[in-house]
């Protein structure tokens, strides 16, 4: 009995421990060339150690813009949208990554990575 109740109390350490950044959504919806589009990702409200780091293949002159920095504040860099009239079919990359501190003192890292898809 002892070893169940003791098999319990480590299994619910370890999922304190293992704690994941919740970034919405999982994937981004296809855009269609000459019909606006408009996508956000949620990044869950945690404190950002040294900010976000975004980047993106989206090219200047692909119709589409991305824009950081769109929520709510104190919490103003954990909105980025996606917005235009895409003018060509392609397929885009976005990556996000950055780190917040967890209950323990160590930092949690997160990296998402999404691709864009422009249909005819």
């Known amino acids: 009995m002892k070893i169940k109740a003791l098999y319990l109390l480590f299994s619910l350490f370890l999922m304190a421990c ?12 296809n855009a269609v060339v000459g019909q606006y589009y408009n996508a956000k ?13 975004v980047d993106t293949s989206i090219p200047i002159n692909s119709g589409l813009k991305m824009y950081t920095g769109v929520g709510q504040l104190p919490y103003s860099e954990h909105t980025i949208e996606i917005k235009g009239t895409p003018t060509h079919s392609g397929q885009y990359r976005i990556v996000l990554e950055g780190a ?3 209950a323990y003192g160590g930092n949690i890292y997160f ?10």
């Open 41 to 53: 990702i949620e990044i869950e409200k945690v404190t950002l150690i040294d900010g976000l780091f």
């Open 111 to 120: 990296r998402k990575e999404y691709d864009l898809v422009v249909v005819k």
């Open 100 to 102: 917040t501190r967890n």
């Open 18 to 29: 293992t704690q994941e950044i919740q970034i919405t959504p999982k994937v981004l919806p």
